[in-house]
């Protein structure tokens, strides 16, 4: 601002003052990372998914609490929260979550959180999917 000021006290009176806007924004985007690194994962089991039972979840999750994330349904990507809590995204229908094997990318909102019906993940090959809806996950009683 001083270095405009002194210009425009230097400029003669017979130069016309030209004066242009600069507008600068920010973009930014949160990775998050897969809870087991290296190749492709195999497809999913039938009986993996049957080591959580789902319950009714919330519409919004906070993206500061998400460490990780892991695939074990075609069509949903499970959650690892800072508390040791999972939620399942539920993705939207015809989206496969095998193209989010290597981690995924959020654009985060105003509010910080990541909410089902609003938002998109979007895998590092370039795909993007909406998030359906969360579901809370539970560890699976085993059967005697």
Excluded at 2 to 28: D, G, N, Y
Excluded at 35 to 61: F, H, L, S, V
Excluded at 63 to 92: F, G, K, P, Q, T
């Amino acid at each position: 601002m001083f270095h405009s000021v002194l210009l425009l006290l230097s400029a003669s009176a017979a130069e016309p003052v030209q004066w242009a806007q600069l507008t600068i924004e920010q973009r930014v985007i949160i990775r998050v990372p897969m809870a087991r690194k290296g190749r492709a994962p195999t497809r999913p089991t039938p009986e993996a998914r049957n080591d959580w039972k789902e319950k009714k979840g919330p519409r919004c999750i906070a993206l500061r609490s998400i460490r990780s994330a892991s695939i074990v349904m075609d069509n949903a990507i499970d959650l690892l929260l800072a508390d040791n809590h999972r939620y399942r995204a539920r993705l939207e229908r015809g989206c496969s979550s095998m193209g989010f094997y290597s981690g995924f990318y959020v654009e985060p909102d105003e509010d910080g959180s990541l909410c089902s019906g609003r938002d998109e993940l979007q895998a590092r090959s370039g795909a993007s999917c909406a998030i359906d809806g969360f579901r809370r996950l539970e560890q699976a009683e085993p059967d005697d």
